[in-house]
């Protein structure tokens, strides 16, 4: 049964933590994507790799860090630089497609993280 | 460049009745468009997508949406609202280079 899972669900983190939210696929994508939402402000990519052991900034890549060992894994860590981390995190995944052959992206159910 | 705007932010109608969904993308590419849904505390799922084969998409759940280059939209269209229908909707245009832009979505509310 493919797809992205992502752990834990909800995760709480004291203030001056470190946390990392996990997220795997077995969809046999090269590209993987970490999201930030927020109520009412739709999705913010924060880090996206398109093969293993490369990844790039996203729009608020600030305190947050990523590694891409695995070309099924993309764990993404919260630094406690990031000021404001309680927010829904999701982890997406696609092919990269041909020129002029586009592909849907596939989502993990999301971590709810909270600090505390 | 590639961005989307989803005109509603929330739109309410009542059981049985349609549903409209608005979205206009602006995109250098000859765009790749897509629509998904999002129920509370889940992921996103995909409802359609458009990739140039036909201007009429259908997708899962009795959506649809139709291209209009003309117009730069991509509405989301459904004959008649079901109470399981209500959720956030989220428009996507992407581009060559596999990267995704996300309107800010529509929240729907279903009225019994």
């Known amino acids: ?8 669900k909800y995760l709480f983190r004291k203030e001056g933590q470190n946390v990392t939210l996990s997220c795997e696929q077995n969809l046999n994508h090269d590209a993987m994507y970490w999201y930030r ?9 924060i880090y996206y790799s398109q ?6 900034k996203g729009d608020i890549a600030e305190g947050y860090s990523v590694s891409r060992e695995k070309k099924e ?14 927010a829904f995190y ?10 002029g052959l586009y592909n849907e992206q596939f989502f993990g159910p999301g971590t709810r993280l909270t600090v505390l | 460049a590639q961005s989307v705007t989803q005109l509603d932010s929330h739109v309410s109608v009542s059981e049985g009745t ?5 979205c206009n993308y602006s995109s250098s590419y000859s765009p790749s468009l897509f629509w998904y849904v999002q129920h509370p505390n889940k992921g996103l799922q995909l409802l359609l997508k458009y ?10 759940n009795g959506f649809e949406a139709e291209f209009k280059k003309s117009e730069t939209s991509f509405h989301l269209t459904k004959p008649s ?8 909707y989220f428009c996507v245009v992407s581009d060559p280079g596999n990267q995704f832009y996300f309107g800010t979505g529509t929240s729907l509310t279903v009225i019994p």
Do not use: W, Y
């Open chain 2, 51 to 60: 990739t140039s084969a036909a201007t009429l998409v259908k997708g899962i």
């Open chain 1, 1 to 8: 049964d493919g797809g992205i899972t992502q752990s834990p």
């Open chain 1, 37 to 45: 939402q927020d109520p009412g402000q739709g999705l913010r990519l």
């Open chain 2, 81 to 88: 609202a079901h109470m399981s229908d209500a959720a956030e």
């Open chain 1, 51 to 56: 093969i293993v052991n490369d990844f790039q």
């Open chain 1, 90 to 99: 999701l982890c997406a995944s696609s092919i990269v497609g041909l020129a």
């Open chain 2, 18 to 22: 349609p549903v409209l969904l608005r």
């Open chain 1, 73 to 86: 894994s993309f764990p993404l860590t919260v630094t406690s630089a990031q000021k404001n981390p309680t």
